[in-house]
């Protein structure tokens, strides 16, 4: 019998080599109690939260708790349906309205995860016969989105607009094209030249769908996104997202002024044959949704955040993946694994959570700390954490 796990030895052998050494296991860290969206308890210690996706700290506003109460006392604990059968519940439709008028479009759908919208998205509008022409660092969900739908995958050097003109002049005479770009895109924290893709992809007749999972909610005037920042949401065929970032919970959605978007409801897989979300998950979502919609305030303070964190760490001698800050995502270049590892371990004692990032999920094998900033970190914490990055640099032989 051949072992259906032995493809999985070399990550079990890294892993193993890399815990051997006596290190606190980066990829298993429970966070005990959760205080606010700034600070938790981890190993009983008081922890800043500088690796959540919490771009807004919504998951703590008193309105989107209290209208995730309301709809669980009124409506149940969950929907036990489809969204086209039994599962579309008025709040399902209610976050819909609100996702339409925060986006001013005309369609809305929301998916249980942001992951499944990328999923269904793709994989129904393109299929076998289409191209896809992608962004090389995206996310695994549009990958994914891609292989599902078996769609012939085209893609280009990151951000590069002229290998992305190339790469759609070569598909043949009227097949249909599909261009995927991000926003912000996660692990460099670093933005798409946005306004010039989506031009270069209409010039040569491509539907364009962009994921602006990390820009919703903070960047563009309205939280709207790179696309509404750039000027050109209108130019965007389909927009996804997600709650389980700015939002603060958890879900995924697709928005577009297509005139004949509805019918997705009926022929896309992962909307139709899974469960809808829980009416208490859609409630908050409306309800965070309407609020950031009105957060300019809060906007302007975490590029203030972003802003300071990059100088500070810049001026400590690290090494970041962008040379401005350009979203709420920072990411600092360690040398390798070992020493990425040892430095993650040595900001967690020093009571700093961030995200250890490696390979596969990063661009060019780097392994990265990746820090997400939050609207509601406040100046003094933003200078704590750079005090304790600069004692776990030294202290790692990160820095001098
Ligand atoms: C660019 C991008 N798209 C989609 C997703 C999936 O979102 P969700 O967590 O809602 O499944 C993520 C999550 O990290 C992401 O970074």
């Given amino acids: 019998m051949t072992d259906l796990f032995s493809k999985f030895d070399p990550v079990i052998e890294i892993r193993e080599q890399l815990l051997a050494t006596g290190l606190t296991d980066p990829f298993n860290l429970v966070m005990e109690k959760v205080e606010s969206p700034t600070v938790a308890i981890c190993n009983g210690k008081r922890t800043i939260l500088l690796g959540t996706y919490n771009y807004m700290g919504m998951t703590f506003d008193p ?77 695994a969900s549009i990958y994914d989105g891609c292989a599902l739908g078996n769609a012939q995958i085209v893609p280009f050097r990151h951000n590069d607009i002229e290998a992305l003109e190339k790469r759609l002049k070569r598909i043949p005479e ?17 933005i798409a030249p946005l306004k010039e893709m989506v031009a270069v992809s209409k010039a040569n007749g491509a539907m364009v769908l962009v994921d602006e999972a990390h820009s919703m909610g903070f960047i563009g005037e309205h939280g709207r996104g790179v696309a509404e920042a750039q000027g050109i949401i209108d130019d965007v065929d389909f927009i996804i997202g997600t709650f389980s970032k700015s939002v603060g919970t958890v879900g995924g959605f697709c928005v577009s002024n297509h005139p004949k978007f509805e019918i997705l409801r009926l022929v896309c897989r992962p909307y139709v044959f899974t469960a809808s979300l829980p009416p ?40 970041l993946g962008t040379d401005e800050p350009q979203s709420a995502i920072i990411a600092v270049i360690m040398p390798d694994l070992e020493t990425g590892a040892a430095m993650w371990e040595a900001l967690l004692n020093e009571g700093l959570y961030v995200n250890l ?8 094998n780097m392994t990265l700390l990746r820090c997400s900033l939050c609207a509601l970190h406040t100046e003094d914490q933003v200078g704590e954490i750079l005090g304790m990055f600069a004692a776990a640099g030294r202290a790692t032989g990160c820095i001098d």
């Avoid at 499944?116 to 129904?124: E, K, M, P």
């Avoid at 009227?174 to 670093?190: F, I, N, P, Q, R």
């Avoid at 990032?357 to 060019?364: G, I, S, V």
């Fill in 280 to 319: 208490s998950v859609v409630a908050t979502a409306a309800t965070s949704i309407r609020k950031l919609a009105n957060s300019a305030d809060k906007r302007a303070h975490l590029w203030e955040n972003s802003k300071r964190l990059h100088a500070g760490l810049r001026q400590l001698g690290f090494t």
């Fill in 63 to 139: 309105d989107v708790i209290a209208a995730g109460k309301q709809a669980l006392d009124e409506f149940g604990s969950g929907t036990t349906g489809s969204r086209v059968l039994n599962g579309t519940y008025a709040g399902h439709r209610a976050c819909e309205e609100a996702l339409k008028d925060f986006y001013a479009m005309d369609h809305a759908m929301v998916f249980s995860t942001g992951y499944q919208a990328n999923l269904g998205i793709i994989s129904t509008l393109a299929g076998k016969e289409d191209y896809i022409v992608l962004d090389i660092d995206s996310h």
């Fill in 357 to 364: 990032a490696r390979p596969p999920a990063t661009p060019a």
């Fill in 174 to 190: 009227g097949a249909g094209k599909l261009v995927v770009l991000e926003g912000v895109y996660s692990m460099l924290g670093d």
